[in-house]
């Protein structure tokens, strides 16, 4: 990481340093003190004693290898051949070595798409929860985010194939699923959008017909990402079956069949997409191709749901990291960027649109590890958590994304005119952050999700309020009058989700019903974790993000009115610095 410029000589002799100081070299595990006191909070102590080392090795590689491997895979696309080199009809797809190298480290030396699924992962003994494993998800796609799809559809693959597979088909493709030997992993792959419907997935076309114990597919899959998975989870739709999502059944389709030869299937095309460069997708043309039927075949959609569910999360965790690494970014030019004889970082404005930046960065990590730890307890078992999750993942996925594509163009700005030149990764980032508010569904989508389905149909936001309520109920060292403000905000943003859920008229609000739970949520665990932290070190700072979500989220305001810029600049003095800040400094910017 550059030092700060200490004068106008010193800047002068290092014109590049000046122009361009960016993230090269840095851990982003060591730059992030935010990542560990949050896993210190949700994680046992003797698993975050274990997992940080590895944490900091990844931060490092992050940082450092792994990004440039990034650039170079961004920039080599995968290339689909059609034939072999003796002229026979056997696909491929050629990738970059550097795409490779991404590979090993993230399924081969880390194993990040088995820690959830498979024992024994860096020498642990057991599983790892989702918060542990997401820790790693969002280290590793700071630097790369195309191979996150992949990384995710694979875990994906093996939890369905697990939980609802016959003993047969998880004895033969399981293990392969969860493998970190390089030579026996087995990618999966999940294809499920087609041409007539996206999101509305009963509209599929996709036949399937039974052939002895196994089915024959027909049909196209539009949007395939991993094109070249080994296995692969799909839906389609068995001869004779009802329309609609309830006609549906899931299947695993193997790339290669018993023979060694390619199954009855073709990628038509690789997609030339905006980001998310390195990873290949495509069009599929089934053309009989042998499948299994996985589970019931009249709850396929309902199964495919917990994979799309799981995605949803990754999808939260993954924009987050991007969001984090455009916020470092957007830190090291603020700190050492000279302009008219000021840092950055020194000027009103510039600090002001770094709180920007920062506040949204933290809103979607507290909550991806609100969800995730929800998904932890719902997986134990626990229904409040369940119900808790049911409205939090959709929540998470709306808001989270489509911030990210703000905090990266903002990031991009911050960094000015090369920010645009695609040697740095601001430009990379921005291209790929697009991709999260449209991969497993949508905002108008997910937004419904959550209104109709969590608050409407399941009543999902009682748990929610009863779990934030029991956080401020535990933060008893912040201040009273705060967690009155915080608790009276949750009981508005609840109702209000009630009573847009409540009349098929009021769908257009199901958007900003959405935001505001999601703010009202973040806005409360940054505030219980403020509590929590400085418990455990005396700084209690993420309290004020808690003030500043209400100020910047959830407040219109007279817009002609002026910001009391002493209290701004106290607050941002103490966030972008690293100093801590106890209980009784906080409250006192909290009252003013």
Known sequence: MHQPIKDETTARADRSELLAPDTTGMN???????????????????????????LDRLGDLAGGHLDDCARLADRHVPVLHQRDKFGRDVQSIEYHPAYRELERVAFGEFGIH???????????????????????????????FGLGCPINVTDGCAKLLANFGSEELKAKYLDGLVQTDMSKLTQGGQFMTEKEGGSDVGTLTTTAVQEGDHWRLHGEKWFCSNADAKVVMLLARPQGA????RGVGLFLMPRFLDDGSQNHYRIVRLKDKLGTRSMASGEIKLEGAIAYAVGRLDRGFVQMAEMVNSSRLSNGVKSTALMRRACHDAMTVAKNRVVFGSRIIDLPLGRRQLMKIMLATEQALSMSFLTADA?????????DAAALLRILTPTLKFRATRDARKVCGDALEMRGGIGYIEEFATARLLRDAHLGSIWEGTGNIVALDALKRAVGRHGAESALSADLHARLGEA???????????????????????????????????RRATS???????????AWEGARINDMRGDARRLLLSRLVLDHRLSSGDPFRLTNNATESAIAGLLLGERPAGMAEIGELLAA
């Open 28 to 54: 982003f595990y060591r730059a992030d003190p935010a990542l560990a006191d949050l896993l210190r909070i949700h994680l046992p102590d003797p698993l975050f004693r274990h997992i940080e080392p590895h």
């Open 476 to 510: 008893v060292a912040v201040p009273q009058a705060w967690r009155d403000r915080l608790r009276y905000l949750v009981d508005r943003a609840v109702g209000f989700a009630r009573e847009v859920a409540a009349c098929a008229d009021n769908e257009a609000e199901a």
């Open 516 to 526: 505001l739970l999601y703010h009202v949520a973040s806005a409360v665990a940054l």
């Open 375 to 383: 998904l932890d307890r719902a997986e134990a078992g626990r229904q």
């Open 242 to 245: 009802p329309a609609g999502t």
């Open 114 to 144: 088995a820690m959830s699924i498979r024992k024994g992962i860096l020498g642990w003994p057991d599983k790892y929860p989702v918060v542990a494993k997401h820790a790693f998800t969002f280290l590793f796609n700071q630097a790369e």
